[in-house]
C-alpha cells in the first residue's frame, strides 16, 4: 500500500482543503494517509486517517523541521505533499534517504502580508524579499507543484516551468454543502457576512454598503446575517465601533462553527458578500467561500478580484464590485428585491453552476492521478 504524508504548519489537521478533501479522497484510494500539522494537538486516527500532529507553532525553524523529519523517517511516505516551505525543507532531508515525491500545495500568497506586520520600513522590504527568495528555494527542492489558483502561479511556475504541475480549486464535496435555494419574501431581505471581522477582509464596507440601503429603500425589512469573529484586538474593537456606529435593528451574529455545518449558518441568507479590499494579496485570491455560497444557492457580490475574474464568470449568479462603491452595490441589491423574478434565476443558476463546474468532484480523480503519478 503507497504512502501520503501531508505536512503543514499553518493550516490545522482538520482543515478543509486537506482532511476533508485531499487526504479523505486519497484514502478512499487505497492510500495509507497521514497527516502532521503544527499549528493544533491530536495524535490518533480520524476517519482511516492518522493524525499526528503538535502546537509547537511558536517554536523555532528548527525544531519544526526536525519534528516534520522524525515523522517523515517513522511513517516512510512514498509522496508528501507539503503546504508551506518549512514542510518541503523537512521533506528533502528525507528525500535523501529514501526516494519519494515532494508536491508543494501552494494555496497562499507567499510571503503573506500578515507575516510583515511586525517590520517597519525599509526592515518590511528587506524581510519581504528574503521570505519571497525562502518560496524559490521550496520550489527548487519541490518536485511538482499543485496550485490552489492560477493568480497564485507565480512566481513558481515560471521558475520552475518544467516542474510537473496542476491548478486544484477549492471547490466543496456536495456532501459537505446544504443547498437552500430561496425566494425573495415581499419587503424583506436577508444580508450576510461570513470570516474575519476586520477592516482588510470588508466587514466596513459591508456595513457602509447596508447604511446605503436602509436609506434607498426605508420600507424594507434588512436582516443581517454575520457569521465570524475577530481574530486580533484591534479587529475586535474595530467591529465593535462599526455596530454602535450604524445600529442596524436587525442583526444576528453567529460564532464560527465546524467546517461540516459551516452551509448550516448562513441557509437562512438570501444574499451573501465579500467586500474585501483590493490590495495586492486579496486581489490574487480566489475565496473558498465563494464556492459555499454558490452551491448553497445563494446570489454572490464579490469584491472585483483578478482571482476571480480569470477563474470563472459569476455573472450569471451575482456581481463583481468595487467594494468602496457602497451606492453602487445597494443599487444592486435594490435590484435585486424589485426584480424577485431576477433574483431567483441567479439563485437557481448558483446552485447549477455549482452542480455542474465548481464542486470536488470534478476535479477529484485528476488530484489521484496527479499523486499516482508524482510517485511513479
Known sequence: MQKVLFLTTAHHYDDDRIFFHQAKTLAEEGFEVKISSLSSDMQGNLDGIQIESYSILEKSVQVKAEAFRKICQSFLPD??????PIAVFAAKKHQKE?????????????PAMSMLEAYSYPAKIIHAIKF??????????????????STKKFPLAYFFPFKKSMLLPYYPDEKYVVPNVKKLSPNEITLCYTGALSEDKGIGNFFKTVDSLRKKAPEIIIKLLIVGAARKES????????????????IEIRKPTSFERFTETFADADLCFDLRELNFENNHSLPIKLF???????????????????????????QLVDPQNA??????????????????NHAVNARKEFEEKYNWKVIRNSFIDFVKKSIK
Open 292 to 318: 459555499y455560497y454558490i452551491g448553497a444557492g445563494k446570489p454572490v457580490i464579490y469584491s472585483n478580484l483578478k482571482g476571480i475574474r480569470e477563474h470563472m464568470d459569476v455573472s450569471g449568479f451575482g
Open 79 to 84: 509522496c508528501i505533499i507539503c503546504s508551506e
Open 132 to 149: 519571497f527568495l525562502v518560496q524559490l528555494y521550496a520550489g527548487f527542492l519541490s518536485t511538482h507543484f499543485i496550485f490552489g489558483e
Open 98 to 110: 529514501k526516494k519519494v515525491s515532494i508536491i508543494y500545495d501552494i494555496t497562499e500568497w507567499y
Open 235 to 250: 479587529d475586535e474593537n474595530y467591529f465593535k465601533n462599526l455596530l454602535s456606529e450604524y445600529n442596524f435593528e436587525h
Open 327 to 344: 451606492e453602487i452595490i445597494s443599487d444592486l441589491i435594490v435590484n435585486y428585491i424589485r426584480n424577485p423574478e431576477h433574483y431567483y
